[in-house]
């Protein structure tokens, strides 16, 4: 049972545009959330997060929006940079009561042309 | 940001031989490791988690006995692959969690490992 999914495994954008990431998740008792970015070969590298008391969280050209009636987030990118290509992976995590355990989306891999 | 290395990069190893992989964190206190699996184009699978001086709880069909993990110090967790066949050959990735303050559900990654058994 898939907890956290990414249903768009791929994504392609032209440069300078708008990249929006989708996930949904099914645990109701996640309250963190957080998006990584991985290149080939390489460990994740955390990107942002957002809390479940929270519906927007924005740092630079990525911001994360929340939707815990939906239980649904995305990533936006904006403006897209071809430096922005990798996968990027959705988590959620559960807390205290899910020992701080962070389930992983599938990943949406994202192309940004230049 | 906080700084995890993972060592060895990459390995190669023969069938039925055993594979150590360490996790470390070099800038801060790990109150807790994850271990992660990667096979090509999916995602990561959570296989164990660690904390300091305790067992480590395994996730459902991680066998125990065939992934060791060492969780010796704060700094310091160790992912032993015994008895190693070709079907765990994959790209092996830890994780660590300061544990305190605001950012406490954040975690770390390690840059990974490429086991190669043959």
């Known amino acids: 049972d898939q907890q956290v999914k990414q249903n768009s495994p791929s994504l392609s954008v032209q440069e300078g545009r708008i990249s929006i990431l989708n996930c949904d998740y099914t645990n109701s008792m996640f309250d963190y959330f957080l998006w990584y970015k991985k290149y080939p070969a390489e460990g994740p590298t955390f990107l942002i997060s957002?809390?479940?008391?929270?519906d927007k969280n924005e740092d630079g050209r990525f911001t994360v929006f929340l939707n815990k009636s939906a239980k649904h987030l995305s990533l936006h990118i904006v403006p897209s940079q071809p430096g922005d290509s990798a996968v990027y992976f959705c988590?959620?995590?559960?807390?205290?009561?899910?020992?701080?355990?962070?389930?992983f989306g599938a990943g949406t891999r994202l192309f940004v042309k230049a | 940001g906080a700084v995890v290395s993972q060592h060895p990069s990459w390995v190669i190893c023969k069938s039925g031989t055993s594979v150590k992989i360490e996790c470390r964190s070099l800038d801060f206190q790990a109150t807790t490791m994850f271990w992660y699996r990667q096979f090509p184009k999916q995602s990561l699978m959570l296989m164990a988690t660690?904390?300091?001086?305790?067992?480590?709880?395994?996730e459902q069909g991680v066998e125990k006995d065939k992934f060791l993990i060492n969780h010796a110090s704060l700094t310091l967790s160790t992912l032993t692959v015994t008895s190693a066949h070709p079907e765990d050959s994959s790209f092996y990735i830890c994780?660590?969690?300061?544990?305190?303050?605001?950012?406490?559900?954040?975690?770390?990654f390690g840059p990974g490992t490429r086991l190669t058994v043959t």
């Open positions: 957002i809390s479940s008391i929270k």
């Open positions: 994780s660590a969690r300061n544990g305190r303050g605001t950012h406490s559900y954040e975690q770390y």
């Open positions: 660690s904390n300091e001086g305790s067992k480590a709880t395994y």
């Open positions: 988590a959620a995590s559960e807390g205290n009561t899910g020992g701080f355990k962070t389930i």
